[in-house]
């Protein structure tokens, strides 16, 4: 059982991958105590599960059963990014707590508008035609286009990304509707002008109502495939579906499926299926062609990649290193492990 003794007379040990050439640790993890740096390379993104056995606090995303029992040690488990489904609840040793950092609400946000605009006015296919000569998406011979303004907003998650969204997209005067998991929510979001439900049957609404639908709840078990051949089959036939969420909140196949048959217009997609798992490799995103689609916006999950959501989430993570140094309570524990 990990000793969870935070008012230790030394310094804690805190295991992390090296950071870039050129920059020194402390300047990568703002902390204010005294810290053990235990610097080691990650290979598909975790360290070899030896390191952890004498320390106190592992950043990382990923963390498996044979790193859980070699860590004999370990107080918390600090994740530098909001997602945690790399995770694995069965590996995390009694007592140690998990805590994970957002920040990069406003850059998602961002990209999904971006890509909303870019969908809507075809902006991508305008540009690769019109550089070869084809003058088709002229709106003399393409007709007119549609605009963001006096459409539906939907959104299906109303956490920190859901409600970044939501501003911005009452800032173009459309009208946004949210499901979410939480009942109480219903208060916040009305303060945030946003029409809102929670549950299954609001899911089906936002879908079945909305021009476009934004994923934007955590991957956990009961969110795997969320988003079927059903819940797709409710979109309107000119809606659009953007996840910079996770991928397999949406059913691989049935999103290809809607795509190529042009049951939904089309889709913005962020977050994959299938990622690399060294420096070198480029495996396909999916086992099925959707880079084959012109109805599809695709990128290599860089919503929320930035600068500044790099260095707000350091920050958060440092904080929590001082917090646990000096024995009080961490913030961003996830409630979802439940190890004590």
Known sequence: MPNNNTNSPRPLKVVISPVPPGEQINDRWPVTVEVDWIVTE???????????????????????????????????????????????????????????????????????????????????????????????????????????????????????????????????????????????????AQADGVEYGSGIKAIDWVLSESDFVLISTPLIESTQSLIGERELGLMRQNAYLINPARGHIVNEKALFDALTSKSIAGAAIDTWYDYPISDDDSPRPSKYPFWELENIIMTPHHSGATIGTLNRRAATVASNIDRLSRGEPLINVISDFKTG
């Open 42 to 188: 990650y290979v598909n993104n975790k360290p070899e599960p030896s390191v952890l056995a004498d320390a106190d606090i592992y950043i990382g995303t990923d963390f498996n059963v044979a790193m859980g029992k070699a860590a004999k040690s370990l107080k918390a488990i600090l994740i530098p990014a909001a997602g945690y489904d790399q995770i694995e609840p069965d590996a995390v040793p009694e007592n140690v707590i998990v805590a994970n950092a957002y920040h990069h609400e406003a850059p998602i946000a961002e990209w999904v508008m971006a890509v909303a605009v870019a969908l809507d006015h075809e902006l991508f296919l305008s540009d690769r035609s019109f550089r070869n000569g084809n003058w088709s998406q002229w709106p003399g011979r393409h007709g007119a286009y549609r605009e963001l303004y006096g459409r539906t907003f939907g959104i299906i998650g109303y956490g920190a990304i859901g409600k970044r969204t939501a501003r911005l997209a009452n800032a173009y005067e459309m009208r946004v509707i949210a499901a979410g998991r939480r009942s109480e929510t219903l208060n916040e």
